[in-house]
């Protein structure tokens, strides 16, 4: 049995990372119907970011996670100013390789300051590991779940209760139909990226203390937390999350009762059989994605 | 003076013979060939993205795929290098079936998805199960024609590209057939070419089928060339790697593909002075022609060229 | 008027010109960016910081030398381009490098072909082997094989005889692994549980448990970079048991501060770069490596780690083969092979002849535990 819940807790804890960095893929998407492939950068940013702050410059907790925070809300900002608005024409691939290129801009920016090493620093509660029946998880990853579970409600309030969340959405669906209404769909683009870089950051800040962080996570990341997004249905913010649990489990168990080597090909092929027979993903509608523009 | 697509083929046959008189170092013929060998992936991925309009990144699988069955086909079993080649791109092709079928019904950000899963797939495959895992294996035979080995940079350059120029060939016929015309129609409107009776799902495994085979053609020169080859240059880089390539170009232009291969495969060598920040300067590169010259360099170029003719 | 002076000072200053010397040049393929990097960056950092010292004193005679470093961005394509311009642009009197053995492997056949000497910086002892074929090549880093022969002999020394084995998806994991199993049954030594895990991956609680499991005695990590930390922060949380061992890519300081009190206990082979100052005082590495590993922190304020004093052996190999012999590529590559004979590098006392040119084996390597946040050297 401690066997098993051990296993469920590892899943639990790589899920969790996945997942944080889908619904960040989520919020973009919702606003703009774009994947931003740079979403794991915003993630590597926060956790360095927060490492610089706390550490290196020995700032307070609070203050460096508030710092991190904004910074990388700032760089999400560039990114969508610099590199978004120019294109008047957004068509699919364009975006995709955009997205691509700012990753590799800001991957080279963060090796040089940064370096190649590995960043760490303490866990928001100090304190062993705690035991459940024989298993053991570690305090920092209830953080992330925690954390996890507050931005799923976050995200929903914002999107189904806000006038402001709502006209994202709008956006998404159809632009013109969306300026039409009165909304301004550039401040809405704009807005989208800060909150996604942030909710990146966020991420970042949480997980580093488990899995550490350095320059080059970014593109892992962004690849496990697209198949989140997906499995769970692109724009489902909870379905993002259930995604991501979903494919630290499985990973996780297979490894521990199939082999350890094949388990990065087992989360692939659910993931492609669940793209093949139900593309909507578990939370998703046919009839929305039809809709969509991409 | 009309730019036709024989006009540029003549063109280019002529830089490919005289480039190695110019330019003889055994050095610039490797980068020669390295470009060459991207052509052939490049071209492949450009008929399906830019005639057949299906998103792809998983093309590295498909060159993955290429490269260690005719590597090990050829060291392991013997088989002489041209047919161990031409296996390669049958199993590419059988797998690109086994992708685009169930992909049929998908479009876009799925559709990317599900192809770089794929990709991502037959890394961990290769990494796993491949002769020496991740650390790949060496002494696979160079490629060699009734007797005569290819083994000096010349001659190799030569072989890549006579194959480069002789698909180049195959397909603008191709891309001005039936065949092409159906494939351009499905790009524009699928239920509009569907209403005319193309068959769609056909026509989609075709072109998936195509371009993994111009992708294992090229995985199988690069390993008779390097004749060392390990997963990690089969991985989601490579296929991002090709669709640069593709996209810088001009995707919706055979000779973009071509264009954008040899600009990419050159613009590390001529990074070269920047050490390090070579990556920063590369990306921002990508970034600009992305922005400004977002149809591709060659539709831009062409369009120039058409637009002074006619004044 | 001022064309006389101008034409008296060339005069003057022409067989100046012809006075500054052509320097000598040595090239280096070296994985700087890319997945290797942790191998690349201590090694082009000892071969800049080295090369300007030899330049202080005086060079070869008065001749400066030049490293000429190319980063093979970890990718074997680039390193055999970079291999082909350094040899037929920069036309190099030697190669160091490449960083790992994917592309030594891959530039092996250009080198060969332009008889040019190669000292690589990667482990695995088919870079050298078979001699006959090996020519050119030789290399300054250990076989993976010494540093589990190492590790092994010191676990049938105090009686373990059950390990459960955790490795990396990379060359680097891949090697150990093959290493470990061919030797395990040389020491008494049964593999009941065989684990991997990718190069990312952020969690290893489940093949640790495995491993507990199995009813293994000790369990060995093989990797490099932020996993070897998350391993060790995975045996403490999951209060495992018994003994975690690393392989000798644990060998840096920021591992132990990163990986906190959790590295407590932890067992390695290392090379005595890393724990020079834990040496004897007459063992006859000690004065080379306090020198290379101050100048280095001193410069670079970091540790030069296990793996930059590869390429500290090699470029000082082909100095003194240079001031010996002089440029002439056949006799380097001569001296090489002839003339490193309990030649102290920080690698260890290498021994280099026709049959091999690697030249260390396991006395290379010391068993090491970390105590109270430092290296501590085991005495069994």
């Given amino acids: ?294 | 003076m009309r730019i036709t697509n024989k006009r540029i083929f003549l063109v280019a046959s002529l830089i490919v013979l005289i480039f190695p008189f110019i330019f003889d170092s055994a050095y610039t013929l490797s980068i020669a060939t390295f470009a060459g060998i991207n052509c052939l992936s490049a071209m492949g991925l450009c008929i399906l993205m830019g005639y057949a309009g299906q998103v792809s990144l998983g093309q590295a699988g498909f060159y993955g795929i290429g490269a260690y069955v005719s590597a090990i086909l050829s060291l392991n079993y013997g088989f002489p290098v041209v047919f161990s080649t031409l296996i390669g791109c049958v199993v590419s092709a059988l797998a690109a079936v086994l992708l685009a079928i169930p992909a049929l019904r998908l479009k876009g950000h799925y559709l990317a998805v599900a192809t770089l899963g794929f990709g991502e797939i037959i890394h961990v495959v290769l990494n796993e199960w491949g002769p020496g895992g991740p650390s790949g294996f060496g002494d696979i035979p160079k490629f060699y024609l009734f007797g005569y080995v290819f083994n000096t940079p010349l001659s190799y350059y030569f072989l890549i590209w006579a194959v480069v120029m002789t698909l180049m060939a195959f397909s603008l016929n191709l891309i001005n057939s039936r065949f092409g015309r159906a494939l351009r129609s499905m790009h524009d409107s699928e239920t509009a070419s569907s209403a005319m009776g193309v068959d769609v799902p056909s026509l989609k495994i075709k072109a998936f089928v195509l371009s993994a085979v111009y992708a294992a053609t090229a995985g199988a020169f690069y390993a008779h060339y390097v004749t060392y080859i390990s997963p990690s240059s089969f991985s989601l880089f490579q296929s991002v790697l090709v669709l640069m390539m593709v996209v810088v170009g001009g995707i919706t232009n055979l000779w973009g593909a071509v264009v954008g291969a040899i600009m990419i495969t050159l613009l590390p060598e001529a990074l070269r002075e920047f050490k390090e920040y070579d990556i920063l300067v590369y990306g921002l590169i990508l970034i600009l022609s992305l922005l400004f010259f977002n149809k591709g360099l060659v539709p831009i170029i062409l369009e120039r060229l058409q637009k002074g003719h006619r004044a | ?380």
């Avoid at chain 1, 925070?69 to 999400?76: A, C, K, S, Y």
């Avoid at chain 3, 030797?183 to 640790?208: C, H, N, W």
């Avoid at chain 3, 998350?230 to 890519?249: A, D, E, F, M, R």
């Avoid at chain 3, 090489?336 to 920080?346: H, P, R």
Wanted: hydrophobic share 45%; charged share 20%.
């Fill in chain 3, 1 to 380: 008027m001022y064309m006389r002076t101008i034409v008296f000072l060339l005069f003057i200053l022409m067989p100046l010109v012809a006075l500054a010397k052509e320097p000598y040049k040595i090239g280096a393929i070296l994985s700087v960016t890319g997945a290797a990097s942790f191998l690349g960056e201590p090694e082009k950092n000892t071969l800049l910081m080295l090369s300007e010292q030899i330049n202080r004193a005086g060079g070869f005679n008065g001749v400066p030398l030049e490293i000429i470093i190319e980063d093979s961005k970890s990718d074997e394509t680039q390193a055999v381009l970079a291999a082909k311009k350094l040899l037929e642009k920069d036309k190099v009197l030697a190669i160091i490098g490449p960083s790992t053995t994917g592309e030594t492997m891959a530039v092996i056949p250009t080198v060969t072909a332009e008889k040019t000497p190669l000292i690589s910086c990667a482990s695995a002892s088919k870079i050298t082997e078979p001699v006959k074929e090996r020519y050119w090549i030789f290399k300054t880093a250990p076989n993976d094989y010494s540093a589990v022969e190492a590790m092994f002999e010191y676990m049938k020394g105090i009686g373990i005889a059950r390990i459960g084995i955790l490795t990396i998806t990379t060359s680097y994991g891949d090697a150990g692994r093959i290493a470990m199993k061919e030797m395990a049954p040389k020491f008494g030594l049964q593999i009941v549980a065989d684990e991997r895990y990718g190069p990312k991956d952020s969690d290893m609680t489940t093949q640790l448990t495995k491993i507990k499991a199995s009813n293994a005695q000790a369990v060995v990590n093989w990797s490099v970079g932020p996993s070897q930390v998350i391993v060790t922060k995975n045996w403490h949380t999951l209060k495992l048991g018994i003994p975690l061992y690393q392989s000798h890519g644990f060998g840096s300081k920021r591992n132990i501060s990163l990986a906190g009190k959790a590295s407590e206990g932890v067992k390695v082979p290392l090379g005595r770069l890393v724990i020079w100052d834990k040496l004897p005082n007459n063992h006859p590495q000690k004065a080379l490596l306090k020198k290379y590993s101050t100048d280095y922190e001193g410069r670079f304020r970091s540790e030069p780690g296990t793996f930059g004093g590869h390429a500290y052996d090699a470029l000082m190999m082909l100095t003194e083969a240079i001031k010996k012999v002089g440029p002439d590529k056949a006799k380097i590559r001569d001296y090489l092979e002839n003339n490193i004979k309990n030649w102290s590098g920080t690698g260890g006392i290498f021994n280099m002849s026709p049959t091999d040119h690697c030249g260390l084996d396991k006395d290379a390597f010391e068993m090491v535990v970390v105590k109270n946040g430092d290296w501590e050297i085991l005495k069994y």
């Fill in chain 1, 1 to 294: 049995m401690s066997v098993f819940l051990q296993f469920l807790f590892s899943g639990l804890t790589i899920g969790a990372v996945y997942a944080m960095v889908g619904l960040g893929f989520n919020i973009i998407y919702n606003a703009t119907s774009i994947i931003n492939l740079a979403q794991g950068e915003f993630v590597v940013i926060g956790g360095l970011l927060m490492w610089f702050f706390s550490e290196s410059l020995r700032l307070p907790f609070l203050l460096s996670i508030v710092l991190a925070i904004t910074f990388t809300g700032l760089i999400g900002l560039l990114m969508e100013r610099l590199t978004i608005r120019p294109i008047k024409k957004k068509d699919l691939l364009l975006m995709i390789m955009i997205t691509i290129a700012v990753s590799i801009v800001l991957r080279g920016i963060l090796m040089f300051k940064f370096g190649k090493d590995p960043y760490n620093y303490s866990p928001f509660t100090e304190g062993d590991p705690i035991n459940i029946y024989g298993a053991y998880i570690q305090q920092q990853t209830l953080w992330v779940i925690g954390i996890t579970t507050l931005c799923i409600i976050l995200m929903y309030l914002f999107f189904n209760k806000t006038m402001l969340g709502k006209a994202m959405k709008a956006c998404a669906v159809d632009p013109t139909a969306a300026r039409i209404a009165g909304i301004n769909v550039e401040r809405m683009v704009m807005i989208s990226f800060v909150m996604s870089a942030m909710m990146g950051a966020v991420a970042g800040i949480a997980v580093t203390p488990i899995t550490l962080m350095e320059y080059d996570r970014g593109p892992m990341l962004a690849v496990k937390g697209f198949c989140a997004a997906i499995m769970g249905g692109l724009g489902r913010g909870r379905g993002s999350v259930i995604g991501g649990f979903i494919i630290g489990i499985l990973e996780s168990m297979t490894a521990g009762y199939i082999h350890s080597g094949a388990k990065d090909a087992v989360a692939l092929i659910i993931m492609l059989v669940i793209l093949f027979f139900r593309p909507a993903g578990i939370f998703g509608s046919k009839t929305i994605i039809d809709l969509r523009r991409f």
